[in-house]
């Protein structure tokens, strides 16, 4: 059944978003079509409660980065640095479901 949503996210993140460049703690850096947020987002949380992250959010294909961890960083297209604080994965099955990241600016970003 998840056929049916499979690309989704692809869509979502070519009309929402914009090139993010990845830094993972162990790999080289990719360019990725995905979504960054400044602003306030709720998310579906694990215990199917409804829940608010305030800090700035990454929004990317568990397909696109599928080892994606806390440490590793983020470079968005002003130049600014984040962290990855907490992975969230979103509970869906399609293999291009969503990772929401939480994310702090990293010193000197």
């Known amino acids: 059944m998840t056929s049916v949503f ?6 979502l993140a070519d009309v929402f978003g914009a090139p ?6 162990n790999g080289p850096e990719t360019e990725i079509q995905s979504i960054f947020r400044e602003s ?3 998310v ?10 305030e800090a700035p959010s990454w ?12 440490g590793d960083q983020i470079t968005v297209a002003d130049g600014r640095s984040f962290r ?6 979103t509970g869906s099955p399609a293999q ?3 990772f929401i990241c939480e ?3 990293a010193a000197g970003g």
Do not use: Y
């Not at 499979?6 to 869509?11: E, R, Y």
């Not at 993010?20 to 703690?25: N, S």
């Not at 929004?59 to 806390?70: D, G, I, K, S």
């Open 6 to 11: 499979d690309g989704m996210t692809g869509i």
């Open 20 to 25: 993010v460049i990845w830094h993972p703690a």
């Open 40 to 42: 306030p987002i709720e």
């Open 44 to 53: 579906d949380g694990a215990d199917g409660q409804i829940a608010r992250i």
């Open 59 to 70: 929004r990317v294909q568990r397909n696109l980065a599928p080892t994606v961890a806390r």
């Open 84 to 89: 990855v604080m907490v992975v969230h994965n």
């Open 96 to 98: 291009d479901a969503f």
């Open 103 to 105: 994310l702090q600016i």
